[in-house]
C-alpha cells in the first residue's frame, strides 16, 4: 500500500532564508507525486508534480521539488522564503501501477516564515 | 465556472440532524474526490469517483455518511444522525482520468455541529 510521510510537523525559517519541507513516501513502482499548499480558511492549491523527467521540478510561487529515488524522498525548497510563504504544506503521492488508486496524503507540515 | 465549487461555505447544524453537502468538479473532470479536514490536521480521504465505475468508499468513518455523483457532474456528501466529531471542513477535489493528472480542490464546507 502507498503511504507518505512528513516528518516534521512544523518548519521555522527566517526571511530570505532557504527552505525544505521533506516528504518521503513508499509505492510498489514508480510514483507521482504532489504538492499542495494550504493558506488558513482556504483549500488545497496545487504547486508542483513529478510524473516523470527531471528529477527536478520546478512550480509555483519559487518552489521547486526533487525527486529522489533512491531516498524515495520528494523534499519541497525555496532558496529565499517570503513571509506570504507561511502557511500548511501537503505532500502526496499516488501509485501508477494501481489505477482508481486514490491520491493518499501526508499529515502536513506547517511552515513560518519569520520577518 | 472555472474552478470547483463546493456549497455551503459554512453549516451549522444541532447534533442529530442531516446535512448534504454539494460539490461541482470541473467540467470535464471524470475524477472526483471528498476528504475530511478536522482542525489542525491533515486529510482524510473519504470516497473516490472514477467515471461510471463503482465509487472507493473505503475511507467512509460510518454508515452515516454516503455520497452520490450523478454521472461525470455534481456529487453530495451525506451525513445522517450528525455527531459532534463531525465537525470540520469538508473538501472536494477533481481531476482527469488518468492518474498523472493533478487534482483541483474546492474551498471546502465548513461544518459545525453544535
Known amino acids: 500500500a502507498q503511504s507518505v510521510a512528513q516528518p516534521e510537523d512544523q518548519v521555522n525559517v527566517a526571511e530570505g532564508n532557504p527552505l525544505t519541507v521533506k516528504c518521503t513516501y513508499s509505492?510498489?513502482?514508480?510514483?507521482?507525486l504532489f504538492w499542495y499548499v494550504q493558506y488558513p480558511n482556504r483549500g488545497l492549491q496545487f504547486l508542483l508534480k513529478?510524473?516523470?523527467?527531471?528529477?527536478l521540478v520546478k512550480g509555483s510561487y519559487g518552489f521547486e521539488a526533487e525527486f529522489n529515488k533512491s531516498q524515495t524522498s520528494f523534499h519541497l525548497k525555496k532558496p529565499s522564503a517570503l513571509v506570504s510563504d507561511s502557511a500548511l504544506y501537503f505532500c502526496?503521492?499516488?501509485?501508477?501501477?494501481?489505477?482508481?488508486?486514490?491520491?493518499?496524503f501526508g499529515p502536513g507540515t506547517r511552515l513560518s516564515v519569520l520577518p | 465556472g472555472a474552478g470547483v465549487s463546493q456549497s455551503p461555505s459554512n453549516k451549522v447544524t444541532e447534533k442529530g440532524k442531516d446535512v448534504e453537502l454539494r460539490c461541482d468538479p470541473i467540467?470535464?473532470?471524470?475524477?472526483l474526490y471528498w476528504y475530511r479536514q478536522r482542525l489542525g490536521q491533515g486529510l482524510e480521504f473519504l470516497i473516490y469517483?472514477?467515471?461510471?465505475?463503482?465509487?472507493?468508499k473505503s475511507g467512509l468513518p460510518s454508515d452515516r455518511f454516503s455520497a452520490e455523483r450523478t454521472g461525470e457532474s455534481v456529487s453530495t456528501l451525506t451525513i445522517q444522525r450528525t455527531q459532534q466529531e463531525d465537525s470540520a471542513v469538508y473538501l472536494c477535489?477533481?481531476?482527469?482520468?488518468?492518474?498523472?493528472?493533478?487534482?483541483?480542490f474546492g474551498p471546502g464546507t465548513r461544518l459545525l455541529v453544535l
Open positions: 477535489a477533481s481531476s482527469l482520468q488518468l492518474t498523472r493528472e493533478t487534482q483541483y
Open positions: 509505492v510498489s513502482g514508480n510514483p507521482y
Open positions: 513529478y510524473i516523470t523527467g527531471d528529477n
Open positions: 502526496a503521492v499516488r501509485d501508477p501501477m494501481n489505477y482508481g488508486q486514490n491520491f493518499v
Open positions: 467540467s470535464g473532470h471524470t475524477a
Open positions: 469517483f472514477q467515471g461510471n465505475s463503482a465509487p472507493d
